[in-house]
């Protein structure tokens, strides 16, 4: 079967640095997303890998490793507004997004 | 410029009635995805259409659901009989093209089941 591992829930301090890991198992893989939700609203578009490494975009940053089925999501001097669900979802190889559930992320300050 | 559209954003319907809910996509996409949210959980696929196409319905239920996008209007998603458990978050995307990177999503229609 297709699985999406994430933590459910994480806290953290506000100015401090969190990494949010996500592990899969998928038929096939044809990129890696991450998407923020705040609560009862939809889900916004934060980044994508497709090759191994590191995108930085601002004040987030996004790793894959292929061969490990694993990324994290990392985001650096966080803010009260960061407080929001984090979703990670796999592109499979018939282009479906698979997603996890989610780990919601408290920020304290 | 506007993005993916849904109505309603709320909807209450009593056991063994109708539910309908509507997606506009972003102008030009022609690829829509349906999504259901149950509170704490993450997305579930439920349907991929193309215009007058249904592509994968590999996560609808066969009973009660059905979708459509025609080539006029918006994308539909209906379910007969509604019961308690349909309660939840419906989530449309859209996307220009199968392997566009990222999906467009609405603000969603919550449904609630009484």
């Known amino acids: 079967g297709q699985n999406i591992d994430q933590p459910t829930e994480m806290t953290a301090t506000e100015g401090a640095i969190v990494q949010i890991n996500c592990t899969y198992q998928t038929s096939g893989f044809n990129g890696l997303f991450w998407y923020q939700q705040h609560a009862g609203e939809a889900p916004t578009f934060l980044s994508y890998n497709v090759l191994d490494g590191l995108e930085e975009k601002g004040r987030f940053s996004s790793f894959l490793s292929r061969s490990k089925g694993y990324s994290y999501l990392l985001l650096k001097e966080l803010q009260m507004k960061d407080s929001a669900s984090y979703l990670c979802a796999v592109r499979d190889s018939n282009y479906q997004l698979i997603w996890g559930a989610g780990t919601k992320l408290i920020i304290k300050p | 410029n506007a993005g993916v559209m849904q109505n309603p954003r709320h909807l209450v319907r009593r056991r063994g009635q109708e539910a309908r809910l509507r997606c506009s996509p972003v102008k030009g996409h022609s690829h829509v995805y349906w999504y259901r949210q149950l509170p704490e959980e993450g997305l579930k696929f439920m349907v991929y259409l193309q215009k007058e196409n249904i592509i994968d319905e590999s996560g609808m239920p066969k009973e009660r659901f059905s979708a459509e996008f025609p080539k006029e209007g918006p994308s539909i998603l209906r379910i007969q009989q509604v019961v308690r458990g349909d309660s939840a978050a419906y989530f449309c995307?859209?996307?220009?093209?199968?392997?566009?990177?990222?999906?467009?999503f609405g603000p969603g229609t919550r449904l609630t089941v009484t």
């Open positions: 995307a859209s996307s220009p093209g199968l392997l566009s990177y990222e999906q467009y």
